[in-house]
C-alpha cells in the first residue's frame, strides 16, 4: 500500500488551464498514488481547449463567478460520481482594467471585488455547494501564496490571497461543528505558471526569489503538488486550518550573504 493511502479514493479539482497548471500536477500525484480525479473548468469552451490535454478523463464545468453555476455544482458532482473524499481549489484571477499595476491605493473598486469574490470567497461557495458529496474525513486544500510575497508587483492579489487563508481558517471551524472534513492552503512561492506570466514585473520577483531560496533554485510546481497531495491525503489527518508555507527556506533567508553583497554594490550611475 502507498504511504499516502490515496488508492480508490476521489477528489475534484477546479481551477485547470493548462499543462503547467497546479492544478494538472495535482492531478497526476494523485491519479499516480490511484486516485480518481475529476476535474472542472470554466465552461465548455475551456473543456474544448483542454480536450486533447484531459482525454477520457471525466470534466464538468462551473463558471465560480456564477452564483447559480456554483450551486448546481453539487448536484452534478453527486448524480455522476457519488461521494468525493475532497477538492481541490487552484482558481485565481486578477484583473488590471488599467493595463499596468498601480499602488495598492489606486486599485479600482470592480477589479478588487471580482478578483476577490473568484480567488477568495468561490472557496467559501464551493464548499457549500460540495458539502452534501463530502465523505466526513475528506480534505480540501486551495492554493495560497508564500507569506513573504507582499511585493507590490503582485498588487491586490496580495491581500486577496490573505483573505483566501481567512476563508480556509473558518470554513475548517465552521465544518467542525458535524463533520470531520479538513481545509489547508499551501502557499506557494512564486511559480514559473502560464497564469503568473501575466503579472506585470512578475519575472523579476521570481528570479529574485530564486536567489533568496537556501538552495538557489527556483520552487518548482511539482513540489506544490506534492505537498497538496499530502494534505489531501489520511496521513495528513492531524492538519487543519493551515498555511503550509512551501519556498524553498526564502522566508528565512533575507540576509543571504551572495543577495546582500549584490545590493550594496556602488550604484555605477
Known sequence: MSFLQLDGKRFLILGLSNRKSVAWHIGKVLEGEGAEVIYAVRNEARREELNKLLGDRPCLTCDVEQEDSIKALGPAVAERF??????????????????????????????FLQAT?????????????????????????TIGISSSVTASSYGFMSPIKNALEGCVRFLAKSFSADTEVRFNSVNAGPLKTKSSAGIPGYLENYLFAEQLTMRKQALTTQEVADTAAFLLSPRSSGINAQGIVVNAGMDWNYFDEAVVKKAMRPDPS
Open 82 to 111: 457519488g461521494k468525493l473524499d475532497g477538492f481541490v481549489h487552484s482558481i485565481a484571477f486578477a484583473k488590471y482594467s488599467q493595463g499596468r499595476l498601480v499602488p495598492f491605493h489606486e486599485t479600482e473598486r470592480q477589479d
Open 117 to 141: 469574490q473568484i480567488s477568495a470567497f468561490s472557496l467559501v461557495e464551493l464548499a457549500r455547494a460540495l458539502k452534501p458529496c463530502l465523505n466526513p474525513q475528506a480534505s480540501v486544500v
